[in-house]
């Protein structure tokens, strides 16, 4: 007496190869565009900091040159400190910036961010 297995394909689970490449091709992707995004946004919490320090000064030239004091020991590419705004409200001295960093992804295709921070 011969037993058949019947499998049916419904029961079937599992990946196909083609999934495992799409999932693997997403994957990649994501890592790629991870990769490229950490240190924008670790640059970004660095010059945070660094107008925090610089805005103790009392000038406009002394917090300018602060920042890049602060942006060459950080590493600080994508704004100087010609790039600050810098206005006074009160007795109060407040600084700001504002700049947007590219990704390219594919052809014509970029990721870009935008950054803006302001000192309180």
Do not use: C, H
């Not at 419904?10 to 890592?31: C, K, P, T």
């Not at 030239?61 to 810098?86: C, E, N, Q, Y």
């Not at 990704?103 to 950054?115: D, E, K, N, S, T």
């Amino acid at each position: 007496m011969k037993l058949y297995r019947t499998a049916s394909r419904s029961r079937q689970r599992g990946l196909s190869f083609f999934g495992l490449i799409f999932i693997g091709l997403i994957a990649v992707a994501v890592f790629a565009i991870g990769g490229q995004s950490v240190p924008i946004f670790l640059e970004y919490t660095s010059a945070k900091k660094a107008i925090e320090k610089a805005k103790v000064e009392s000038t406009v030239p002394g917090v300018r040159a602060a920042f890049d004091r602060a942006a060459a020991i950080d590493d600080i590419t994508s704004i100087k400190g010609t790039d600050l705004d810098v206005t006074k409200r009160g007795d109060k001295v407040v600084v700001s910036f504002k700049y947007a960093r590219e990704i390219p992804l594919a052809g014509p295709a970029y990721l870009v961010y935008r950054f803006e921070a302001q000192t309180n």
